[in-house]
């Protein structure tokens, strides 16, 4: 397995808002942990052999898929089938939850036998490589075939990562200091950079994807793009000699795993990362991070670890289900009125006012909020009495409601 190891000076951070302690699965032998899946009450753990737990994580087995020892870098589920890639021997399925394996390498290149990471769009699965590029296949076929029109094979064919939007199937490979989008129908992919707050570029190590709403993570901070992964901006942690390798996310908070040779910190945004703070410190060196069963786990370089997050209680904020904008109140009004909406998604939301003609009056909201509910004053002053609408825009929500100014 490809390993770049950074040996840089020791910083400290007081974490906050944790709890509990970091408790290593000592039932698993692996030095090395590079993939996980968590399903119900199965956990299926990826190090230098398979692991699997029917008891989200009280009893492990040992399992070797292709009859021997060998690493296994990335898990996926899709409907009833689960993926298994190796470093080395392809790939994998099972649909009978892990207790028995059948090779799934039709159409792969000998380089395309190392797995990084399975995704998928609709009917199509996805399969990035390390060393092999992009490959894809339609769930229920048996077999692969390449994606890799317009990537270079001596800059893009080593992934890092890749995620999905609606639009784009988008990727980072090696450190070239570029990531490359592929719009949906398109023939070829396009070569992008991402352009730090001094002026450099740097090589997304990993992907998020959250309402098409696409968080990149590197050596140089995180990074947030709001169109479909066309464009990037930084949204902080851009100062630590530190690279962010992982996120996971629990209800509206995301967490961040940033490491470097010996130690790894955690971070959290609550504000779909606008603002970030620290949660965590422990010394390993970090590979991935996961959320299951109110923990937060960790696949590092010595074991996978675990570690209770705090209690939580269900929260009607973050329970919403649906979008809906409400009658302002009071209607009719003078000069100030009120008007709430609940989103059932986290993204960028706008709430503007129109008089009777169409033409727009005031911006009262234009910016990220995450899932919850919300409102906001609206105050006429200077405005003639009459009807004016207010509209609400999330994603693809869209509705709009009318009030009335009585001077």
């Avoid at 000076?9 to 944790?18: G, Q």
């Avoid at 692969?144 to 999905?164: H, Q, R």
């Amino acid at each position: 397995m490809k390993k770049i190891i950074f040996f840089l000076a020791f910083c400290f951070l007081t974490p906050i808002n944790s709890f509990g302690q970091w408790n290593k699965v000592e039932s698993i032998y692996s030095p090395f942990i590079f993939s996980a899946l968590f399903d119900g009450d199965n956990i299926f753990i990826g190090g230098d052999s398979l692991y699997i737990s029917r008891d989200k994580g009280q009893t492990w087995i040992a399992s070797a898929p292709s009859g021997q020892k060998i690493e296994i870098t990335a898990l996926f589920k899709v409907n009833d089938m689960i993926l298994l890639g190796t470093y080395g021997s392809g790939v994998f399925i099972s649909t009978n939850d892990g207790n028995s394996w059948l090779p799934y390498n039709n159409g792969l290149s000998d380089y395309a036998l190392y797995a990084k990471k399975f995704v998928v769009s609709g009917d199509t699965l996805f399969y990035g490589t390390d060393g092999g590029g992009v490959y894809y296949t339609k769930i229920g076929s048996n077999i692969w075939y390449s994606y890799n029109e317009g990537l270079a094979w001596n800059v893009a064919w080593t992934v890092n990562d890749l995620t999905v939007t609606d639009k784009n199937l988008i990727v980072s490979s090696g450190v070239s200091g570029f990531y490359f989008v592929r719009p949906k129908g398109s023939p070829e992919w396009i070569e992008k950079r991402i352009q730090t707050p001094i002026g450099t570029y740097t090589t997304p190590r990993a992907f998020l994807t959250i309402n098409n709403i696409v968080f990149s993570g590197s050596r140089a901070g995180i990074y947030r793009s709001l169109d479909e992964g066309i464009t990037f901006d930084s949204v902080g942690i851009s100062a630590l000699p530190l690279e962010a390798v992982s996120f996971a996310v629990d209800n509206n908070r995301i967490y961040v795993g940033y490491t470097r040779s010996a130690d790894f910190f955690v971070w959290y945004s609550d504000d779909f990362g606008n603002s970030w703070n620290v949660f965590d410190h422990e010394f390993q060196f970090l590979i991935n991070i996961y959320i299951y069963d109110n923990k937060i786990w960790a696949g590092t370089a010595n074991g996978l670890w675990f570690k209770q997050l705090q209690p939580t209680s269900v929260d009607p904020i973050s329970n919403v289900r649906e979008f809906k904008l409400n009658q302002n109140y009071p209607n009719p009004f003078n000069p100030a009125t009120r008007i709430s909406w609940q989103s059932s998604i986290a993204g960028w939301q706008t709430l503007k006012v129109y008089d009777i003609l169409g033409n727009e009056v005031e911006t009262l909201v234009n910016e990220f909020r995450p899932t919850g509910k919300y409102d906001i004053e609206f105050n006429s002053k200077g405005l003639a009495s009459g009807i004016y609408f207010y509209r609400l825009t999330i994603g693809n929500f869209i509705e709009t409601k009318k009030m009335i100014l009585l001077q």
